[in-house]
C-alpha cells in the first residue's frame, strides 16, 4: 500500500497546490516562469502517476475486503461510467452548450468515475485510490467555485454531439476490452 499512497500524496498533492496554496504557486510562476513550472508540475504528477498505477497493481493483490458491494451497485457504476465518459469528451472538446452547463466537465467525470467504482469495489487498495480521488475533485470544485474561475460562453450544439458520440465510442470500447486489457479486470458484473 506504500507506493500506492505515495504516488497518490505526489499526484494529488501537486494537483491540489492550486487549492491550498495559491498564492506560492503565483509565486513559484513568477519566479521560475511559467514554462519551467509547468514542467516540473508535468514531470511531478508523471512520477505520481506512475506510483499509483504500479502500487494499485500490487496492493489490490492481496487488499483486504472492508465490504462486499451488492450486485446491484454493480450494473449502476457501469450506467454512471458512460457519464464519465461523455463528461470528459465535454470537457475535452470544444465548447457546446454542455460545456457551460456543466462548468467543470473534468471534475463532473472524476467525480463520478471515482463514485462508480466505489461503489463496485470493497477491498482497501479501490477505497484509498478511488476514494482520494473523490476526495480531492470535491476540494477543487470548491476551490474553482471560490476562486470564481470563467465558465465558457456556449458554443455550437455539434461538440455536445460530437462529445456524446465520442462518450459512447470510448465507453463501448473500455467495457468491451480497454478496461480488461489495461487493468486486468472486466467491468462487466
Given at each position: 500500500?506504500?507506493?500506492?499512497?505515495?504516488?497518490?500524496?505526489?499526484?494529488?498533492?501537486?494537483?491540489?497546490?492550486?487549492?491550498?496554496?495559491?498564492?506560492?504557486?503565483?509565486?513559484?510562476?513568477?519566479?521560475?516562469?511559467?514554462?519551467?513550472?509547468?514542467?516540473?508540475?508535468?514531470?511531478?504528477?508523471?512520477?505520481?502517476?506512475?506510483?499509483?498505477?504500479?502500487?494499485?497493481?500490487?496492493?489490490?493483490?492481496?487488499?483486504?475486503?472492508?465490504?462486499?458491494?451488492p450486485?446491484?451497485?454493480?450494473?449502476?457504476?457501469l450506467?454512471?461510467?458512460?457519464?464519465?465518459?461523455?463528461?470528459?469528451?465535454?470537457?475535452?472538446?470544444?465548447?457546446?452548450?454542455?460545456?457551460?452547463?456543466?462548468?467543470?466537465?473534468?471534475?463532473?467525470?472524476?467525480?463520478?468515475?471515482?463514485?462508480?467504482?466505489?461503489?463496485?469495489?470493497?477491498?482497501?487498495?479501490?477505497?484509498?485510490l478511488?476514494?482520494?480521488?473523490?476526495?480531492?475533485?470535491?476540494?477543487?470544485?470548491?476551490?474553482?467555485?471560490?476562486?470564481?474561475?470563467?465558465?465558457?460562453?456556449?458554443?455550437?450544439?455539434?461538440?455536445?454531439?460530437?462529445?456524446?458520440?465520442?462518450?459512447?465510442?470510448?465507453?463501448?470500447?473500455?467495457?468491451?476490452?480497454?478496461?480488461?486489457?489495461?487493468?486486468?479486470?472486466?467491468?462487466?458484473?
Open positions: 500500500m506504500f507506493v500506492l499512497i505515495l504516488g497518490l500524496l505526489i499526484f494529488l498533492g501537486v494537483h491540489s497546490v492550486r487549492i491550498f496554496a495559491p498564492d506560492w504557486r503565483n509565486r513559484r510562476i513568477a519566479a521560475m516562469g511559467d514554462g519551467p513550472w509547468r514542467g516540473l508540475y508535468s514531470l511531478t504528477a508523471l512520477i505520481g502517476f506512475a506510483l499509483i498505477v504500479w502500487g494499485f497493481a500490487i496492493a489490490r493483490q492481496d487488499a483486504p475486503i472492508l465490504y462486499e458491494p450486485d446491484w451497485t454493480k450494473h449502476v457504476a450506467a454512471l461510467m458512460l457519464f464519465a465518459f461523455i463528461s470528459l469528451a465535454v470537457f475535452v472538446l470544444p465548447a457546446g452548450r454542455l460545456k457551460p452547463v456543466l462548468k467543470h466537465p473534468m471534475l463532473i467525470s472524476v467525480k463520478i468515475w471515482a463514485l462508480a467504482h466505489l461503489l463496485a469495489n470493497g477491498d482497501l487498495a479501490s477505497l484509498l478511488f476514494g482520494a480521488f473523490l476526495s480531492w475533485a470535491v476540494a477543487d470544485r470548491i476551490s474553482v467555485k471560490r476562486r470564481g474561475d470563467k465558465v465558457p460562453a456556449p458554443g455550437p450544439a455539434k461538440w455536445d454531439l460530437t462529445a456524446a458520440i465520442a462518450g459512447v465510442l470510448l465507453y463501448v470500447l473500455f467495457v468491451w476490452r480497454l478496461h480488461e486489457w489495461l487493468i486486468g479486470v472486466t467491468p462487466l458484473p
